[in-house]
C-alpha cells in the first residue's frame, strides 16, 4: 500500500521538474540560457518518473508477475542512455549554435569569440601564404 | 586480443541485460544466448580498436566503485542544487550570462568527457566547446561572478567545484 504513495510522490516530484523546464523554455532569452532549463530540468524530472517506474516494476515482482523485473531492468537502461546523451545532446547544440554565429544575450564575456576569431585570422594567414606561393 | 575479448564480454552481458525474463535457462532462452554470443562476437571484432584505445586502467574495478560513489553523491547533490538554481532563475529572472574558459589539466579523453557531461548538469554551467590541444573547456555560464575572471581563464574550483578531483581518481 505505502508502496502506491512513493510511486505517486516520486511522478509528482518528476512532472514538477520537468514542468519546470519547459517554463524555462519560454522565459529565457537566447538558446544557451535556454539549453540550461532543457537539460537540467528534465534529466532530472526523468530520474524521478524513472524511479517511480522501477518501484512499479519491483512492486510487481513482489506480486509475483516476472515481467516486472524486466520492465524494472529496461527502465534502468533508459535512465543510464538519457544521463548520457542528454548533455552530450546539449553540448553538440550549443556548440552548433555557437559555430554559426549565434552571439549570448547581454554577455559579459565572451572568451570563445576571440578563439574564434584567432582561428579566422590564423586560416587567413595560411591562406594568403598559399597564393603568394602559387604566384 | 585483449581489447577483442574485453569489447565481446561488454556487448554479450548488454545484450543479456537487454533480454532479461525471454526463457527458462535461468532467466534466457537458449536462442536468445545463442545468437547474443555470434552478435557479441562480430561486434567486439568490429570495433575493438575503436572500443578500447591503449590503456587498461579502466579494469580495476576500484575504479568503478569511486565512479559509483561519485555518481550517487556530490554529482546527484550537484544536480539538484542545479534544478533549484534553475528554478529560481526562471522565476525572478536574474541573469548575468558569459562564456568562460576552464583549464581543468585532464589528459584522457574519458575523464574530459566525464567533467564536460559533470558541468552541464550542475549549477548553472554548460560546456559549449573544447580547445583539443590543450584540454580547456569553454563554459556558457549563466551568473558569472565578475571577480572571478583573470583574462580569459577561470579558476576550476568556481565552477567545477569537487569534481574534477574525484574524476582524476576515476580515470587518471
Not at chain 1, 4 to 32: E, K, T
Not at chain 1, 53 to 58: A, E, K, T, Y
Not at chain 2, 70 to 75: E, S, T
Not at chain 2, 136 to 151: A, C, P, R, S
Amino acid at each position: 500500500m505505502w508502496f502506491d504513495y512513493l510511486i505517486y510522490i516520486l511522478l509528482a516530484i518528476g512532472v514538477f521538474f520537468n514542468i519546470l523546464g519547459g517554463f524555462g523554455l519560454l522565459r529565457f532569452p537566447d538558446v544557451y540560457t535556454r539549453l540550461h532549463a532543457g537539460t537540467k530540468c528534465t534529466t532530472f524530472g526523468s530520474i524521478f518518473i524513472t524511479g517511480s517506474v522501477i518501484i512499479l516494476g519491483l512492486k510487481m515482482w513482489y506480486l509475483g508477475s516476472t515481467d516486472g523485473s524486466i520492465l524494472a531492468i529496461h527502465t534502468a537502461g533508459a535512465l543510464v542512455a538519457i544521463l548520457l546523451t542528454n548533455p552530450t545532446g546539449a553540448h553538440a547544440i550549443a556548440r552548433a549554435a555557437h559555430k554559426s554565429g549565434v552571439k549570448p544575450v547581454g554577455a559579459v564575456v565572451d572568451s570563445l569569440q576571440t578563439k574564434s576569431l584567432k582561428h579566422n585570422v590564423n586560416k587567413k594567414i595560411i591562406e594568403t601564404k598559399k597564393m603568394e606561393e602559387e604566384k | 586480443m585483449i581489447a577483442f575479448i574485453i569489447t565481446t564480454i561488454l556487448c554479450f552481458i548488454t545484450y543479456l541485460i537487454l533480454t532479461t525474463g525471454s526463457g527458462t535457462v535461468g532467466l534466457w532462452s537458449i536462442e536468445e544466448i545463442l545468437l547474443g554470443l555470434i552478435l557479441s562476437l562480430i561486434a567486439g571484432f568490429v570495433t575493438r580498436n575503436v572500443f578500447i584505445k591503449k590503456d587498461l586502467r579502466m579494469l580495476n574495478p576500484i575504479r568503478w566503485l569511486i565512479f559509483v560513489g561519485y555518481v550517487v553523491g556530490p554529482f546527484f547533490i550537484g544536480m539538484a542544487k542545479a534544478n533549484f538554481d534553475v528554478a529560481y532563475r526562471v522565476i525572478t529572472g536574474k541573469i548575468n550570462p558569459g562564456i568562460v574558459k576552464i583549464s581543468p589539466n585532464l589528459k584522457t579523453d574519458l575523464g574530459i568527457t566525464l567533467l564536460a557531461n559533470s558541468i552541464t548538469l550542475t549549477p548553472g554551467t554548460l560546456s559549449v566547446d573544447i580547445d583539443e590541444e590543450t584540454n580547456d573547456l569553454y563554459i556558457h555560464w549563466i551568473n558569472v561572478k565578475e571577480n572571478t575572471l583573470k583574462g580569459d581563464f577561470v579558476d576550476c574550483k568556481y565552477i567545477c567545484g569537487s569534481f574534477d578531483k574525484w574524476i582524476r581518481r576515476i580515470a587518471e
